[in-house]
């Protein structure tokens, strides 16, 4: 999934620098393992607390947070900087923190699993929605129990790599090309903070979208001017992390502030008369009281197969002719932020994160859809009502 993606290629590079290495292998990828089974566990424990103590939470809730995509957009540019060759963590840092990553490469492994599955869990959601919602009902032991054994699964390929003889050594050996490709995954990372920047337009709106990308540029500026020698160092250091403090009082409010939500507006398609309508409880229920089939799609704009389904199978014109023909209402329900309204409609269903898909008539129980749709299953639906 494009979440996990940067991270990945983290354990590529890792890979190639222990090459002919086989200690060193197996015990990065038990400690790997160790740091995303711990933290799926911890993040279900503190889902399953704050459920327990009444806040309406789902899979992916962390992401619904604008400090806490505006602090992984802050993560993924720097090791975006580090690996474009702009600074080296050697030259920034104390040598006392400098040399812990040399000294202690199970630790990074470790460290990597808890960023693995802090960035790539919401991407996890679309297969894992059945599983997610039957553990939210269980009991607290059983339930992390599941999310244990979701961890595992999650870090298997890289532990069976790491183990299994014959996998490491389809794996390219330590060359000039890892200059190359360490500059080149640079990109995926300044990807992966453009995609952290729409998801925060859509939370915190275009003030702190503008007001993270400033203390970006600004960062970016302090982390090379360390990377300095002489007198440049200081004079530039001791301005730009004067500049970075100034605009984190100025703007940094904007950059987590949770803008007010407003009514969403209808959004056309290219079918006449079918347009999507924003969801809630009572639209639903009138519009199903009035014995019209509704199509609600669950999405959060944080939700990267979400967007890929919109734009795709839910875009195609003989779905949307299908959905026009039998007069279905098209309803969508917003789960960028929080909401306890969609929580609790995706939990009717059984479901505990997005994308999900139900259609709704009169006197029916609700047809829900996989979560990677094609144009076939929905047309099938359709035909169906």
Same mark, same amino acid.
């Given at each position: ?8 290629a ?6 190639a620098?222990?090459?002919?290495? %086989? ?5 990065? #990828?038990?400690?790997y ?5 711990? =933290?799926?566990?911890?993040?279900g424990?503190? @889902?399953?607390?704050l ?6 939470? #789902?899979?992916?809730?962390?992401l ?24 080296e ?10 040399s ?10 470790f460290?990597?699993?808890?960023l ?12 894992m ?8 009902? @269980? ?6 129990a599941?999310?244990?054994v ?16 014959a996998v ?6 330590? #060359?000039?090309w ?18 952290? @920047? ?7 709106g ?13 960062l ?8 300095l020698?002489?007198?440049? %160092? ?12 100034w ?9 987590? %502030?949770?803008q007010e =939500?407003?009514?969403?507006?209808a ?22 009281a009035e #014995? %019209? ?7 959060a704009a ?8 919109k &734009? ?14 039998k007069?279905v209402?098209?309803?969508?329900a917003?789960?960028?932020?929080r ?7 995706l ?9 999900v ?5 009169n ?6 859809? =996989? ?10 639906a359709? =035909? &169906?009502?």
């Amino acid at each position: 999934m494009p979440c996990v993606f940067p991270v990945l290629a983290i354990k590529v590079m890792a890979f190639a620098k222990h090459a002919n290495d %086989r200690p060193a292998h197996r015990a990065n #990828g038990l400690a790997y393992t160790a740091g995303v089974v711990l =933290s799926f566990v911890a993040l279900g424990a503190l @889902l399953l607390g704050l459920r327990a103590a009444g806040e309406q939470l #789902g899979w992916g809730f962390q992401l619904q947070s604008p400090a806490v995509v505006a602090g992984l957009a802050v993560l993924f540019t720097l090791i975006g900087l580090n690996l474009a060759g702009l600074f080296e963590f050697g030259n920034v840092l104390p040598s006392r923190l400098a040399s812990l990553q040399a000294k202690n490469p199970t630790v990074d492994a470790f460290l990597t699993g808890v960023l693995a599955t802090a960035i790539a869990s919401p991407c996890t959601a679309p297969f894992m929605g059945a599983s997610l919602g039957l553990a939210i009902g @269980l009991p607290a032991t059983q339930a992390l129990a599941v999310f244990a054994v979701l961890g595992v699964g999650m870090a298997l390929p890289y532990l069976a790599a790491s183990w299994i003889p014959a996998v490491a050594r389809a794996l390219p050996r330590p #060359g000039a090309w890892m200059d190359t490709f360490r500059r080149g995954m640079a990109f995926p990372m300044f990807a992966t903070v453009v995609w952290l @920047l729409w998801v925060l337009g859509q939370q915190s709106g275009i003030d702190g979208a503008a007001g993270l990308l400033m203390l970006l540029v600004v960062l970016a500026l302090l982390v090379w001017s360390l990377g300095l020698r002489g007198r440049s %160092r200081a004079a530039l250091s001791v301005v730009s992390l004067a500049g970075l403090v100034w605009l984190g009082w100025a703007v940094g409010p904007n950059v987590t %502030r949770l803008q007010e =939500s407003t009514p969403g507006q209808a959004v056309a398609t290219s079918q006449a008369g079918v347009s999507w309508q924003p969801w809630s409880p009572e639209t639903q229920a009138a519009l199903v009281a009035e #014995g %019209r089939p509704v199509f609600v799609d669950f999405t959060a704009a944080w939700c990267v197969t979400c967007q890929y389904n919109k &734009r795709t199978t839910l875009a195609d014109a003989a779905v949307l002719g299908d959905m026009a023909g039998k007069n279905v209402a098209l309803l969508r329900a917003d789960w960028t932020r929080r909401d306890p309204d969609v929580t609790a409609a995706l939990a009717t269903l059984g479901r505990n994160g997005v994308p999900v898909y139900a259609i709704y008539k009169n006197g029916q129980a609700p047809q829900v859809l =996989s979560e990677v749709l094609s144009v076939e299953e929905v047309r099938a639906a359709l =035909s &169906r009502l």
